[in-house]
């Protein structure tokens, strides 16, 4: 049984006081923690009245980044190691999802995940696995970590914005385009936004267009 209580991070309940109708949850990247990523709510709330956020730390201490986890070690950057570390951290955050979704009675389709550098590989890994699609992916400076198997194990193709600055010395632009070409070649709906200059980050255009992108597939927008 996967120790989901491994998992644990900071959340912010609707902003409209009521029950969530929609979960986002943020998937942060390599050395950072949830609280990190919870950053992006403020920006994303009034247009996501509705939606409860959660930003679970990844299962595995960093070292040396202090107040960081890991979602797998990068002691070994070869896209092997890669593929082996979404497989390993998949199935806690599969557990994690399901564990909230049901506590909120919410179908997969009100589900979205939106993740930074190492936590958009997890999301691009497990999304596409699920049985029940989800209500789509926002992936900011990351990459497909395991493209060889993506067509044979993909069960459900959810919608997907993938953001990526044209600088970024830590994960390599080329990332975004091989990630589109490879999912769109499978039928995906894959929308993509090139951030020009910046580097591993997420600037204000990016904020806007995630913004616009979750609002849009959960349906949260001029909702009574």
Not at 154 to 183: I, N, S
């Amino acid at each position: 049984m996967n120790d989901v209580t491994r998992l644990k991070g900071p959340m912010a309940s609707p902003a409209s006081g009521g029950d969530p109708r929609s979960l986002v949850i943020l998937l942060h990247g390599y050395g950072s923690n949830g609280a990190d990523l919870m950053g992006l709510v403020p920006y994303w709330r009034a247009s996501l009245p509705d939606t409860v956020f959660m930003a679970p730390n990844a299962p595995e201490i960093c070292p040396g980044a202090p107040g960081g986890f890991q979602w797998w070690s990068l002691t070994d950057l070869g896209p092997a190691s890669r593929a082996a570390g979404v497989r390993q951290a998949a199935p806690l955050v599969n557990a994690f999802i399901d564990m909230h979704r049901t506590a909120y009675d919410l179908p997969n389709h009100k589900v979205a995940l939106v993740g930074f550098s190492q936590g958009t590989m997890m999301a691009l890994h497990v999304g596409p696995r699920r049985s029940e699609a989800l209500a789509g992916i926002v992936g900011y400076s990351g990459m497909l970590a395991d493209p060889d198997v993506l067509q044979s194990e993909a069960r459900t193709k959810p919608p997907l914005l993938l953001v990526h600055g044209d600088a970024d010395p830590m994960v390599p632009f080329a990332a975004m385009g091989q990630a589109d070409v490879a999912f769109r070649g499978m039928g995906f709906e894959v929308s993509t936004h090139a951030a020009h200059g910046l580097g591993h980050s997420i600037d204000e255009a990016g904020l806007r267009l995630g913004g616009e992108f979750l609002a849009r597939r959960l349906h949260d927008v001029g909702q009574g």
